[in-house]
């Protein structure tokens, strides 16, 4: 994409993920699942898209899920959703920012969890207050885990650098023990 065709969102996020800036990146589902719908006609000159104002939107958020760190879409179906995600994402990145000004000395074991969804979050956090589990927890739904899987590494790194821990739990797909070996050995997970 020449500079000239991005548009002023895509050059922000640019710089920010030049500046290494947390980027935590909003789409409304009926785009994404739209996105899906022009990638099997990308070679229709006529395709236009129902709900995204132009197809370039489409190669933005291709673009940011290409990215080597926040690289994933928090997809949200309404505006009440939209809220209850963001408010999730505010107050796991408060206390992150609480976290990284607070001394080692002063805290508890921090341990970052980052689950696949929303659902996942609540059921760990239940599992954290009912078990009274001592540590400094901070839960990041990625909503999706093949966004973890593909790029380990590189997903991981930011938050190593921050929490004495990183957890990823992600569940598997597979429905026979042969499928899970297979998939273990696949995304080098044990």
Known sequence: MTVAKMSITWCELERAYTLNKNVITFCRQRTLDEKDTRRHNQYLKTFKPAYAEKNELFDLI??????????????????????????????????LKLKTTVSKKYTKNRIC????????????????????????????????????VQNTNDYIRPFAETFDQVIVLVDTDAKTQNNLRLSRRMHKLY
Request: proline share 3%.
């Open 62 to 95: 291709d673009w940011i899920t290409k990215q080597r760190r926040n690289n994933w879409i928090v997809p949200y179906s309404t505006i009440v959703d939209f809220e209850e995600k963001l408010k999730v994402y505010i107050d796991e990145y408060d206390k």
């Open 113 to 148: 969890i980052i689950v696949e969804g929303e659902i996942d979050r609540i059921v760990v956090q239940t599992l954290i207050r009912k078990s009274k589990i001592q540590g400094d927890f901070v839960i990041i739904p990625s909503y999706g885990k093949y966004r973890i």
